[in-house]
Every structure is written in C-alpha cells, then in structure tokens.
C-alpha cells in the first residue's frame, strides 16, 4: 500500500527556476527519504530527515518535515535540465508490531521536467 | 553508478515459465532488498536479506522467493509467472539491518512476460 503522496503528479519548469514536490504521508514514522530515478534506471538516495528534524538541506536540495502535518516537501533550487527525474518520497514503517522490522514505502512520484 | 550489480537487464519469457534474477550488494553491505516496480503498483517493497537470512518480508507472492548467499549475493525466483509479473525489479542494499538506513539501489532488471 502507497504511504507517501507526492503532489504534483508531474511538474514542468524552466532551467534556472526552483521546483517544489510535497510528499503526504498517513501514519507516524522513523524517518523519511527522498530518491530520484531517472528514466527506467535504479533509483538515487538523496537525503533522509529524520522524525525529529525540521528541515535539512544538501547542496542545492533542500527538505523539510513537518510532522504534525505528516508532511514533507524537497525544493530543488536554480534546477537543471540534468535535474528532470522522478522524484519519490519514501517513508519507514514498521512491518509487524514489536518485530524490529522495517519496511521503506515509496509513494508513485512527481514526474519533474526542466527545459532547457 | 551505485555499486550494486543486477542481472539480467532485460528478461523475456512466457507465462507459467520460472525465472531467477541476480543481485550483487555494494562491498561491506550485509542487507539486500527486493522491489517490484510497475505502471499500476508504484515500487513495492517484497523482501528483505540481512547477512545471509531474511530479515523482513513485504508483499511478496507464494510464487516467488528469495535467498540470500554466504558471498552476500541474492537470488529471486519467480516462478509459474503470470502477465501481471511484467515489471521493473530491483535490488538494493544497506550497510545494516533495518530499512531506515540509506538504501542503495541496482539498475533493475526488466521481465516481460509474454
């Protein structure tokens, strides 16, 4: 089942302009990560935030987490054309209660476009 | 490039045929995961290794399974395959034992069952 929602389902922009994607999620979690996959290609760990942090940034990428609103959003600035991807959030969630198991689920993703 | 290895790239066969695909974990990561990508489903988590055992398991059907290598090497088997196995599957791998950490993913490979 899908946990994360990205929003918007696809997003088209100019180079140089910044790209926002918001993931929802629905239940309480350790923590959340952003990847990006290319065409059909393996997808790309971009940065985790944990549940007790407000907001991370590296290099051009910049995530926030708020948890009150089970939400989290990746701002990708000054993006590139190299930057078009999918974008997908990711949520751990425990597998069985009391276990130690974990899973990552993934939400469908934001289809990003920048034109050169 | 991510470190992990994944063979075939693309997996052409017929429905009820059996299949195994490969996946090499970067050096030093003792955890490799399974995932099924598809149009409908999104990327689904199935199963999850830790140094030779399995360590979590996700929505994986009867039909299909896993093991894990004493080289750390992982193998999935689907088998009796139906036209809904189509997909992109990937591994991935992580230096620990649980999901939170980082996850590592291979190129995929893609079944088309025909």
């Known amino acids: 089942s899908q946990q994360g929602e990205e929003d918007p389902q696809a997003l088209s922009i100019q180079e140089g302009e910044n790209a926002t994607m918001n993931c929802s999620y629905k239940t309480s979690i350790n923590n959340l990560q952003w990847y990006r996959q290319n065409s059909g290609r393996g997808l790309v760990h971009l940065i985790l935030?944990?549940?007790?942090?407000r907001e991370k940034h590296s290099g051009r990428l910049r995530v926030t987490l708020d948890t009150s609103k089970k939400s989290s959003s990746l701002l990708i600035t000054a993006s590139r054309a190299a930057d078009t991807a999918s974008y997908f959030c990711a949520t751990v969630q425990p597998l069985y209660s009391g276990a130690g198991s974990y899973q990552l689920t993934f939400g469908k993703g934001t289809k990003l476009s920048v034109i050169p | 490039d991510s470190g992990v290895t994944q063979t075939p790239k693309h997996l052409i066969t017929a429905t009820g045929q059996r299949v195994t695909l490969r996946c090499s974990p970067r050096?030093?990561?003792?955890?490799v995961y399974w995932y099924q990508q598809s149009l409908d489903q999104g990327l689904q988590f199935l199963i999850q290794y830790y140094n030779g055992e399995e360590r979590a398991k996700g929505n994986i059907l009867e039909r299909f399974s896993a093991q894990q290598f004493p080289d750390l090497h992982s193998e999935l088997n689907l088998s009796s395959l139906e036209l809904g196995d189509s997909a992109l599957y990937f591994c991935a791998s992580s230096v620990g034992d649980w999901a939170p950490y980082e996850q590592y993913f291979g190129p995929g490979t893609r079944l088309t069952v025909t």
């Open positions: 935030i944990r549940s007790n942090e």
């Open positions: 050096s030093g990561d003792l955890s």
